[in-house]
């Protein structure tokens, strides 16, 4: 089995883009052992500040986040960074000729009860001779250069792209280095497996509680079978059992505060999750376009999203 470095230097990455994502996947192995120490270490709970989505910081999103963007402003390649925890785009090596955004820590809310959490990584190829500003960010997804996350779980996993495929790999705590586990990742076009917040299912467009009733309507329904159900509450760990097995994901519109037009963000969610499960063979929609087709605006833009088995989104998107 092949080590993260030997299947980077054997691929036709750019060595500048191989030092990003060895200096991002490094740092996730710090952080994956601070997760491991918990309560002992005392970063568990808040840190007493919001971030400038207005959600309350945990410490470990406050440390990941940090211990991410010193790691990669030391690192030549990159030219800047943005981060979920960071107001502002943070310029680095202006010379670099990579910008990353990043998720320190998704799924935050499930850190306290020592659930799945991981870090989700988005890079874009560019160069100039001016430090960076955030327009230089807003790049249509399909422009990634490579996407990924870092999933901490019961064993530490890397799910990777640099758009030729996408491939696992397992963290080996002895060597402290990432080995493929697994290549070609395929998601099936059909399931019978859907993950949504059904709590929220009050606040839905009308066509989106249409869909979702038929789901659990199952066999009796128009669907003609039955479909299960799972809520991971980590975008991460959602997206990464239907790498594994197959199935949909749904953080739809709801009109619980109209002025967002979803709940998760496009550049270092929505983006790096839709070209993982594109190159997967699935599909990754907002209600209206394909998501890694959109303009961004803005570094916290806000997208629904409608991810998984190519004919269940079809199905979705049909309604
Ligand atoms: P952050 O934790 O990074 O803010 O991410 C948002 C998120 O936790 C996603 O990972 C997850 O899919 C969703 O929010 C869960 O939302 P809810 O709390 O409504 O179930």
Request: proline share 5%; glycine share 8%.
């Amino acid at each position: 089995m092949q080590t993260l470095a030997q299947v980077l230097k054997a691929s036709n990455a750019p060595a500048a883009l191989q030092d990003v994502l060895t200096t991002t996947t490094n740092t996730c192995i710090d952080i994956c052992e601070a997760l491991h120490k918990g309560s002992l270490a005392g970063i568990l709970g808040v840190a007493g500040n919001e971030n400038v989505q207005g959600e309350e910081q945990k410490k470990l999103d406050v440390i990941s986040n940090d211990m991410l963007k010193s790691d990669l402003m030391n690192c030549p390649a990159v030219r800047a960074v943005a981060s979920e925890e960071e107001d502002d785009i943070v310029p680095a090596n202006t010379d670099g000729e990579y910008l990353i955004a990043f998720d320190p820590l998704d799924g935050s809310s499930n850190i306290d009860i020592n659930a799945m959490v991981g870090t989700i990584f988005s890079i874009y190829h560019d160069q100039s001779t001016q430090p960076a500003t955030e327009a230089d960010f807003l790049k249509p997804g399909s422009e990634q250069a490579a996407a990924g996350y870092v999933l901490y779980g019961p064993s530490c996993m890397l799910v990777l792209s640099t758009g030729e495929g996408v491939n696992m790999f397992t963290l080996d705590p002895e060597k402290g280095e990432f080995v493929e586990t697994q290549t070609g990742i395929a998601v099936a076009k059909d399931t019978q497996e859907f993950a949504i917040n059904m709590s929220n299912q009050r606040f839905w467009s009308s066509n989106m509680q249409s869909y979702v009733e038929d789901l659990v309507a199952g066999k009796e329904g128009p669907r003609e079978k039955n479909f299960n159900m799972r809520w991971v509450a980590a975008m991460v760990g959602d997206v990464h059992r239907i790498l594994c097995r197959g199935g949909i994901f749904m953080y739809p519109w709801d009109s619980k505060d109209p002025s967002k037009p979803g709940k998760l963000r496009l550049m270092y969610e929505a983006n790096p999750m839709a070209m993982l499960v594109e190159q997967s063979g699935g599909k990754a929609h907002t209600h209206t376009q394909r998501i890694l087709d959109i303009q961004p605006e803005g570094i916290h833009q806000r997208v629904p999203v409608i991810l998984g088995a190519a004919n269940e989104v079809d199905k979705c998107l049909s309604y």
